[in-house]
Every structure is written in structure tokens, then in C-alpha cells.
């Protein structure tokens, strides 16, 4: 076999190549496209200490608090969420103390109906639900633009607290 033969070999092998990229540039697309379709953002939820959950919130970890669970999933956005328990009597102390200058926190109109008192501020100036100045709170790690508190009371002594401080 000549130089002529071996030359049409490499031209076919250049052929099936270029023959194969289309498909497997379409492959890639319908891959990307499905992942981005069934992506769920908890399955990227990474567990973080809870004082930085609540920091990035502006608010610190209440005296009493167990049963901590803290996560941080971020994209475009960065969630930190917080669920801890504490004793039910101290919840109001917590959220003057966090927020002194927020309204008061909401016993209707939560975002879900189970939750006995929610709360929803936004930390630029002019919003409705302005949380005010938040003590002690100019350290860069302070960055939401908003959060929402749900306090679910879990008997005569005990309150069930979902913390949710977000960028968008």
C-alpha cells in the first residue's frame, strides 16, 4: 500500500471524526439541558456552623438553642438556612435583641399556615419591612438582602425556629 492509500485512510478517519463531533456536541447539550432541568438546589446544600448561618443574617446563635442544623447552598445566590430549637418564653428577648428596630413579628399571614409567629425583613432602607439598624452588624460577613424567621411552638416550653437569610 502507497502513500495514495495510506492517504485516503487518514482522510476517512478525518471524515467519521467530523461525522461524530455533531452528534457528540448534541449528546452534551441534551445532557446539560436535563441537568439543569432536574437540578434540585438542596441536593448542593453543604452543613455550615450555625453562627455563620445566622451572622450572614445578622443575628446570633439565641442562649438555649439545641437540635442546631445549619446549611449554606449557594449559585446565583446565596440561602443560609438555620433550625434550632429553644425555650419558647425566650423567642421575643431573641428577636428584639437580633433586630431592635424591625416590626413586630406577624402571628397571620406566615408563609405557611402551620407556623405560629414569622417575621420577614429586608435590609435596605425604604422597603417595608426595613429591619432597621442591626447591632453591631458592619463586619463584611453580614451580606443578606432579606430574611424570613418561622417560630412554630412545640408545646407549653419549647419553639421550633427555621432561620432563612438570602440574597435575592
Known amino acids: 500500500m502507497g502513500a495514495q492509500g ?3 485512510r487518514i482522510r476517512r478517519g478525518l471524515i467519521a471524526a467530523l461525522a461524530v463531533l455533531p452528534a457528540l456536541g448534541l449528546l452534551w447539550l441534551a445532557v446539560t439541558v436535563w441537568r439543569i432541568m ?6 448542593d446544600a453543604q452543613k455550615v456552623p450555625c453562627a455563620e448561618a445566622l451572622a450572614f443574617g445578622g443575628a446570633e446563635l439565641p442562649r438555649g438553642a439545641y437540635d442546631t442544623e445549619c446549611t449554606v447552598q449557594a449559585w446565583l445566590d ?4 438555620a433550625r434550632f430549637r429553644m425555650p419558647k418564653d425566650g423567642v421575643g428577648d431573641w ?3 437580633a433586630y431592635p428596630d424591625a416590626p413586630e413579628p406577624r402571628t397571620e399571614h406566615c408563609y405557611q399556615d402551620s ?29 443578606a438582602y432579606a430574611l424570613d424567621i ?12 427555621r432561620f432563612f437569610a438570602f440574597t435575592t
Open 6 to 8: 495510506r492517504g485516503r
Open 38 to 43: 432536574t437540578w434540585d438546589p438542596s441536593d
Open 78 to 81: 446565596t440561602d443560609y438556612s
Open 95 to 97: 428577636l428584639r435583641t
Open 115 to 143: 407556623v405560629d409567629l414569622c417575621l420577614h425583613l429586608e435590609f435596605e432602607k425604604g422597603d417595608a419591612d426595613y429591619a432597621g439598624d442591626v447591632p453591631g452588624r458592619s463586619d463584611p460577613g453580614f451580606g
Open 150 to 161: 418561622d417560630v412554630t411552638y412545640e408545646g407549653p416550653d419549647r419553639a421550633l425556629v
